[in-house]
């Protein structure tokens, strides 16, 4: 299978804040009726129509990671789990609106999971320090969703939302907020379908796939990591990838 065929996307976030129902919901399109606790971690997948309604379109594979776990987890439960934040496409971070402490560990999970390079795992958060700069080049696309909209008032959800912002602006993320007991929330044409395809769409490494530009007589290739044209034989191994696109 060619390595575009599939990206792997890791779902983060605390206990019991949904990310298994999140992640039947996603790849299932149903309510998980009996969620049991995850044990180490479960992968599912979700098929993905890139660039939907466009001429690249083309159907993937989207990998959901459930890594499971406590982000205050003892050094070597950490860097056992940091054997799946190898070649990462996207992460979703997971937090329940309900329960701020859940949102406030989603910097913790980052920190983690983005940062594991620099800093051994097991140190990064006992100080409590906290860098937004330290994110500033990350190239990975972020996905924020908040669950369990459902059991916050309606009188109370500009608090609460006001209230876990800070996430926006720590990881400048795509945001959602639903309940994965209902599959409204991620009905086709919804704002929060738009959101999700979007991106799922930024998770596909781009930067190797070379589009040819077919005239009448001459084929050249427009390179996206280059900008500019470029010839076919630079990325034979990409074959398989190219999307075809007609000038
Ligand atoms: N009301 C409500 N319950 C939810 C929601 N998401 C998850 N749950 C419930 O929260 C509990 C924990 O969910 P689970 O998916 O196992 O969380 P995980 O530990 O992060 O995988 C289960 O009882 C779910 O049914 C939601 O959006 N709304
Ligand atoms: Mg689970």
Same mark, same amino acid.
């Given at each position: 299978? +060619?390595?575009?065929d599939?990206?792997?996307?890791?779902?983060?976030?605390?206990?019991?804040?949904?990310?298994? #129902?999140?992640?039947?919901?996603? *790849?299932?399109?149903?309510?998980?009726?009996?969620? #049991? $606790? @995850?044990?180490?971690?479960s992968?599912?997948?979700?098929?993905?129509?890139?660039?939907?309604? @466009?001429?690249?379109?083309?159907?993937? /594979?989207?990998?959901? $990671?459930d890594?499971?776990?406590?982000?205050?987890?003892? #050094?070597?439960?950490?860097?056992?789990? +940091?054997v799946? /934040?190898?070649?990462?496409?996207?992460?979703?971070?997971?937090?329940? %609106?309900?329960?701020?402490?859940?949102?406030?560990?989603? !910097?913790? $999970?980052?920190?983690?999971?983005?940062?594991?390079?620099?800093?051994?795992?097991?140190?990064?958060?006992?100080?409590?320090?906290?860098? !937004?700069?330290q994110?500033?080049?990350?190239?990975? =696309?972020? &996905?924020?969703?908040? @669950?369990?909209?459902?059991?916050?008032?309606?009188?109370?959800?500009?608090?609460?939302?006001?209230?876990? +912002?800070?996430?926006?602006?720590?990881?400048?993320?795509?945001?959602?907020?639903?309940? *994965?007991?209902?599959?409204?929330?991620?009905a +086709?044409?919804?704002?929060?379908?738009?959101?999700?395809? !979007?991106?799922?769409?930024? *998770?596909?490494?781009?930067?190797?796939?070379c589009? =040819?530009?077919?005239?009448? %007589? &001459?084929?050249?290739?427009?390179?996206?990591? %280059?900008?500019?044209? *470029?010839?076919?034989?630079?990325?034979?191994?990409?074959?398989?990838?190219?999307?075809f696109?007609?000038?």
């Open positions: 299978m +060619a390595s575009l599939r990206v792997k996307v890791l779902v983060l976030g605390d206990s019991g804040v949904g990310k298994s #129902s999140l992640v039947h919901l996603l *790849c299932q399109n149903q309510v998980l009726g009996n969620p #049991s $606790w @995850t044990v180490g971690c992968v599912d997948v979700r098929v993905h129509d890139y660039k939907e309604g @466009t001429p690249e379109e083309k159907t993937y /594979y989207i990998e959901l $990671w890594v499971g776990g406590s982000v205050g987890s003892a #050094s070597s439960v950490k860097s056992t789990r +940091a799946f /934040y190898n070649s990462v496409n996207g992460i979703i971070f997971v937090h329940d %609106l309900t329960n701020k402490k859940s949102s406030q560990n989603l !910097r913790r $999970w980052s920190l983690e999971a983005l940062n594991r390079d620099l800093v051994p795992t097991g140190v990064l958060v006992t100080n409590g320090d906290y860098d !937004r700069e994110f500033a080049d990350n190239q990975i =696309p972020l &996905l924020v969703i908040g @669950t369990k909209l459902d059991q916050i008032h309606e009188t109370k959800r500009h608090e609460v939302l006001t209230r876990t +912002a800070f996430l926006a602006e720590d990881f400048n993320p795509e945001e959602i907020n639903l309940d *994965c007991t209902n599959p409204r929330y991620l +086709a044409g919804s704002s929060n379908a738009v959101k999700l395809s !979007r991106f799922f769409d930024k *998770c596909f490494p781009l930067r190797n796939i589009i =040819p530009i077919i005239d009448s %007589l &001459l084929t050249s290739f427009y390179c996206p990591q %280059l900008e500019g044209k *470029c010839g076919m034989t630079q990325h034979t191994g990409h074959r398989e990838e190219i999307l696109k007609r000038r």
